[in-house]
Every structure is written in structure tokens, then in C-alpha cells.
């Protein structure tokens, strides 16, 4: 089982930037792939950003590359979201996620963090 805690979300002015951590329990982190989702009010939940469990690939949608980077400190069972040059689309709850595939897809998800961007 692994336990997911997002954190550093906030209001922030379009053009600003905001930097997300995921912290994770278990001592099996450094297994796991790590994924950034968002759900925008009244929209389905949409895949963000992934990172293997080296953090050696990463993934982005189109509309967050180039704005937006994922990192993860395996030490630290923690993973990062640093966000950039954020625009009002941006705004949505963002939840952390861990995915290993072990015969069986085990996931697991956090509560979310609240990103708000103003115009």
C-alpha cells in the first residue's frame, strides 16, 4: 500500500509559477511510476505528466510541455510538479499518482491539491 500527500497548491496571477510535491509512504516508492492528473470543474480527469520509476523518461501532454516539469527524488519518496508561465486553463485539482504493474495494476491516488490562476 502506498499513501499519497499532495501539497503547494494556491492562487497564483497568470504568468506565475507554482511547484507541487507528492510525498509517499512505503519503503517501495522507487518502484513505482509516478503520474500528475488534473480535473477542471466539469471535466473528466486528464493525464498531466508521468515519470518512470528511474526518472529517466518523462511524459507531458501537449498542452503543459515546454511550462511544465516533472521530477521525483527517489530518497525522499517524493515527486515534483514545478509549474510555469501557468495560465488560467491551468486551473483544476491536481492528484498525484503511483502505478506499478506486478501481474496485477496496483495505483494509487492522493486527495489533490487546489492550482487556482487568475487573469
Known amino acids: 500500500q502506498v499513501q499519497l500527500v499532495e501539497s503547494g497548491g494556491g492562487l497564483v496571477q497568470a504568468g506565475g509559477s507554482l511547484r507541487l510535491s507528492c510525498a509517499a509512504s512505503?519503503?517501495?516508492?522507487?518502484?513505482?511510476?509516478m503520474g500528475w492528473f488534473r480535473q477542471a470543474p466539469g471535466k473528466e480527469r486528464e493525464f498531466v505528466t508521468g515519470?518512470?520509476?528511474?526518472?529517466?523518461?518523462?511524459y507531458y501532454t501537449d498542452s503543459v510541455k515546454g511550462r511544465f516539469t516533472i521530477s521525483r527524488d527517489n530518497a525522499k519518496n517524493t515527486v515534483y510538479l514545478q509549474m510555469n508561465s501557468l495560465k488560467p486553463e491551468d486551473t483544476a485539482v491536481y492528484y498525484c499518482?503511483?502505478?506499478?504493474?506486478?501481474?496485477?495494476?496496483?495505483?494509487?491516488w492522493g486527495q489533490g491539491t487546489q492550482v487556482t490562476v487568475s487573469s
Open positions: 515519470i518512470d520509476w528511474s526518472g529517466a523518461n518523462t
Open positions: 512505503g519503503r517501495t516508492f522507487r518502484s513505482y511510476n
Open positions: 499518482n503511483a502505478e506499478r504493474v506486478a501481474v496485477l495494476i496496483y495505483s494509487y
